[in-house]
Every structure is written in structure tokens, then in C-alpha cells.
């Protein structure tokens, strides 16, 4: 069933624009995003004064992308945690409150548990996942489904592109809903992502073995950025240490100077990734503070950039996107970075020690 593909991590990777295209499919109604499924009207809707988003992982990291957009585009306030810390600290949550949980699988012991906790103080709760009969679909008053298909590997790939689908469409269906005026750069951008996602997986093929080779005798390495981008690197350190077992710290790169940048030594790798437009001179900035100190870097950026290399190692370039819709495309390479190292170190990649698919006890 790998279809000619080595393991089922590279297979799910390279389904992601298929993927995207049947999460995308039949939610545009004349240029405008229709979620009838959602079942949510705008009456409860504009009741609604704050979103929490609770999920485990990878599904958490596509949570923080969600905030992102919601906090941006709709100016709700949202609250993100963690499920297994959410369902102990006796979260401040009411009727008024929306619960969004993601979750692949749909099973998560915490994120279900999490999610009937907030039932039971009167909250209502939207799941998006990728499994239609799951305990947390079938529990859940709103659900998004993302239409990933099945995922074999442990590692989380084509889930996670399709759980940011879904956020970008809910927000865009939230903000028709309370009549609020959304970017239609978006409407047009979202449209173009799977052919854009199919484009990012052609261009980083070719570039692995260079992209790798400056993790060789490195069993440290960071990733850094800033908002969406640190979203995403936090995204992209947990694939390189859950398959490689190289240990990623992700860091915000404005926070770097607060601590890590201690540990920054000659040569040792860091992934930058830097797509967003409007803190790129920051970002940039910061990537120069990890050079001077000899740190071997890795930069992702948007096309049309061409000063960054002459500040960094290695430049992967993904197509030109609105600053809000990079993670998508700016986690591609992240993924293929760290299968490529996985296998490299002959590691079982489509099933990571000590870990399982469903975590269904907490
Ligand atoms: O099935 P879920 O989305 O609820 O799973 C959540 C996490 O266990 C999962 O995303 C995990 O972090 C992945 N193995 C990461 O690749």
C-alpha cells in the first residue's frame, strides 16, 4: 500500500496536495466559503466572546496557527492550550465560550476529555478531525472534517496541512458570519494551495542532501521564527526529533538573546524560517546574531528573496503567498528535512520509538 514510496511518512507527505484539494473541495459558494456542515448560525455565533483551542502534538501546533488567524482577522480573544495541562488547571470556560479541539485521530484521551469537561460548564464544541465516527466527532456539537484520507505514520504530516485548511476556512467563514470584511487575497490564496504545495515538494526534492548534510555528528539543533514562522518551527523541530531523535528546540527568534543563544556554537544547525513580510527585518536580524556566533543556517523564505543568502547557509524558497498563509507551504520542507535525516540515520520512521499512532490513554 506505500505505492511504490519507501515508508508511509512519504507517501502521506507527497498526498498533501490532494489532500488540501479534497479538504478544499466544494467550500467555495461564488467566491465566498460556505460550511453548511459546520452547523454553526450567526445568532450563537455573535454570543460567542471567547474561542479555546485545546489539542495534543502536531494538531496543537495547528492550533497556534488558528489563534493566529482568528485573533488577526476576527479580534476574538483565544485562549491555547495543551489538553493534557487544560483539562487540570480548571479552565475559565461558559456557555459563551466556543471550544475548538483538533485531533487526527479523534480518539485522544486528553482531548476528549478535555472537550467533556467544557461540555459539562455549559461550552459548546467544534472538533476538527480527520475521523468522521470518532468518539470526539460524535461527541462534539460542530465538527470540521478534514479529508486528509487515512494516516499510516506516526508522524503527522498531511493531517497537519489539513487542519490549517480547515482553520483558514473557518475564519473566513466566522468572519462572512459576524459580517466582518475578510483579505480576499486569502479567498483567492487558499484556492491556489494545492498546486502551490504540489510546486514546494518538486523544489525542495532536489535539495535534501544539502539541506541535511549540516546535521551530520549533530544530535542538537534549533529552529527559529517569528509568529506564523515560530508556529511552524515548532511544528518542524518536533518531526526532525519524533522520527530522528535529533533534539530541535524551537524557538521564537526575538527570544533567543533571553537564553538560547548560549548554546549557539560553530556550525551547529538552525533552521530559520522566515515568510513573514512584515517582521522579516527582524527575523533577519536575529538570524544574524546566530551567524556571528557561527551557528549553520538554514533559512526558508518566500520567492523573491534574494538578500537572504547573503546572511544565511542554505536557502529553501517556497512560492510567494500572503504572510497569513505560509505555514501550509513553509512546513513542506520541514517535513521532507526531517524523513530525509531520519532515514539517513536508518531510524524506523514510520514508527518512532516509544510512540504510538492513537494516544488513547492519558
Ligand atoms: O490524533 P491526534 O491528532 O489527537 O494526535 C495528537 C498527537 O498525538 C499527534 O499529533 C502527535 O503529536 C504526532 N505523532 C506528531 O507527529
Not at 34 to 40: A, S
Request: charged share 25%; glycine share 6%.
Amino acid at each position: 500500500e506505500k505505492e511504490g514510496f519507501d515508508h508511509f511518512m512519504l507517501k502521506e507527505i507527497y498526498e498533501q496536495p490532494t489532500a488540501l484539494r479534497n479538504t478544499l473541495k466544494d467550500k467555495f459558494e461564488s467566491d465566498k466559503v460556505n460550511l453548511p456542515d459546520l452547523n454553526i448560525d450567526s445568532e450563537y455565533l455573535k454570543g460567542v466572546n471567547k474561542i479555546a483551542i485545546v489539542a495534543c502534538g502536531t494538531a496543537w501546533h495547528a492550533g497556534l496557527v488558528g489563534k493566529h488567524l482568528f485573533e488577526t482577522l476576527l479580534r476574538i480573544p483565544v485562549e491555547i492550550d495543551i489538553a493534557s495541562e487544560f483539562r487540570y488547571r480548571n479552565p475559565l470556560v461558559d456557555e459563551k465560550t466556543l471550544v475548538i479541539v483538533v485531533s487526527q485521530s479523534g480518539e485522544t484521551a486528553d482531548t476528549l476529555a478535555a472537550m467533556r469537561d467544557s461540555q459539562k460548564k455549559g461550552a459548546k464544541v467544534l472538533a476538527v478531525t480527520n475521523n468522521k465516527g470518532s468518539s470526539i466527532a460524535r461527541e462534539s456539537e460542530f465538527i470540521f472534517h478534514t479529508i486528509a484520507g487515512p494516516e499510516i505514520a506516526v508522524a503527522s504530516t498531511k493531517a497537519y496541512t489539513t487542519q490549517l485548511m480547515g482553520f483558514y476556512l473557518i475564519t473566513l467563514y466566522f468572519g462572512q458570519l459576524l459580517g466582518k470584511e475578510m483579505p480576499k487575497e486569502l479567498y483567492d490564496g487558499l484556492k491556489e494551495i494545492p498546486v502551490l504545495a504540489d510546486k514546494v515538494l518538486q523544489n525542495t526534492k532536489d535539495q535534501l542532501d544539502k539541506i541535511t548534510a549540516p546535521f551530520d555528528g549533530w544530535d542538537n539543533s534549533f529552529f527559529i521564527g517569528r509568529g506564523m514562522d515560530w508556529y511552524v518551527s515548532q511544528e518542524g523541530s518536533l518531526k526532525l526529533k519524533e522520527i530522528s531523535y535529533i533534539h530541535a528546540e524551537a524557538y521564537a527568534a526575538g527570544e533567543l538573546k533571553h537564553g538560547t543563544l548560549a548554546l549557539i556554537e560553530q556550525d551547529i544547525p538552525v533552521v530559520a524560517v522566515a515568510t513573514q513580510q512584515d517582521i522579516y527585518d527582524k527575523t533577519v536580524s536575529n538570524i544574524k546574531e546566530v551567524k556571528a556566533r557561527g551557528g549553520y543556517v538554514i533559512a526558508v523564505v518566500q520567492e523573491g528573496d534574494e538578500d537572504i543568502s547573503h546572511s544565511v547557509d542554505e536557502v529553501i524558497k517556497i512560492p510567494k503567498v500572503p504572510s497569513l498563509l505560509t505555514p501550509i507551504l513553509s512546513v513542506i520542507p520541514l517535513q521532507l528535512l526531517s524523513y530525509k535525516e531520519a532515514v539517513k540515520r536508518g531510524q524506523d520512521v514510520d514508527k518512532p520509538r516509544n510512540l504510538a499512532k492513537s494516544v488513547t490513554v492519558e
